[in-house]
């Protein structure tokens, strides 16, 4: 029904950038929050920024003024531009996103992209 793909991952050292993308494809009627979360080896999944459809952002604590999240709703697409990247931002980072598709008009789900790997060396 629905897919969520991202791209934009990959290596880079201390300091740098790099820049996330993720497009939803699909039964789509309506797309609410989209976001992106992050799981490092041996810890939980955890929250780094979401944008909801209006536009108003939240960012986890450890990101924020660093990163910054965006969408294009007319490409059903959320982006994040991650600067001044650390160490400890090495994580898969996953797309998440609350649709609503054809086959369940009245029904908000929630979908998550496969994720994508981001390694900072220091």
């Known amino acids: 029904q629905v897919q969520l793909v991202e791209s934009g991952g990959g290596l880079v050292q201390a300091g740098g950038y790099l820049r996330l993308s993720c497009a939803a494809s699909?039964?789509?009627?309506?797309?609410?929050?989209m976001g992106w979360y992050r799981q490092a080896p041996g810890k939980q999944r955890e929250l780094v920024a979401t944008?909801?459809?209006?536009?108003?952002?939240n960012y986890a604590d450890s990101v924020k003024g660093r990163f910054t999240v965006s969408r294009d709703n007319a490409k059903n697409t959320v982006y994040l531009q991650m600067n001044s990247l650390r160490p400890e931002d090495t994580a898969v980072y996953y797309c998440?996103?609350?649709?609503?598709?054809?086959?369940?008009?009245?029904?908000?789900?929630?979908?998550w992209g496969q994720g994508t790997q981001v390694t900072v060396s220091s």
């Open positions: 998440n996103a609350k649709i609503v598709t054809i086959q369940a008009i009245h029904l908000q789900q929630n979908y």
């Open positions: 944008i909801i459809d209006g536009g108003r952002t």
């Open positions: 699909g039964s789509i009627v309506s797309i609410n929050a």
